[in-house]
């Protein structure tokens, strides 16, 4: 069955860095569009970054997030650099969108703060 489960997460100072994980297993992974969502305290959840054969990035985080996968190790991973308060979420590994056959992994905390 298709697992995803993120790491990475924790306490980051405002200007740090912070690179999150996905390990992804039970599918072809080579062959899917991966997705990074993140749901801020009290905010719906929204669309981060994705990656298939190009990525694409929610216009407010391009430059400062990258997103990344590696195929052989099944793994996709999110870049955050210069981070803000405001990029304080949880954040979730996706397959699939927000359609009916997604797939979703734990989430892991990121919170930006002194």
């Known amino acids: 069955q298709v697992q995803l489960v993120e790491s990475g997460g924790g306490l980051v100072q405002p200007g740090g860095s912070l690179r999150l994980s996905c390990a992804a297993s039970?599918?072809?992974?080579?062959?899917?569009?991966m997705r990074w969502y993140r749901q801020a305290p009290g905010k719906e959840r929204e669309l981060v970054a994705s990656i298939g054969s190009s990525t694409y990035y929610v216009d407010s985080l391009k430059g400062r997030f990258t997103i990344s996968r590696d195929n052989a190790k099944n793994m996709v991973y999110l870049e955050m650099k210069s981070v803000k308060p405001e990029h304080t979420a949880v954040y979730y590994c996706n397959l699939g969108g927000t359609g009916v056959d997604s797939y979703w992994g734990q989430g892991t905390q990121v919170t930006v703060s002194y």
């Open positions: 039970g599918f072809t992974f080579s062959a899917r569009i």
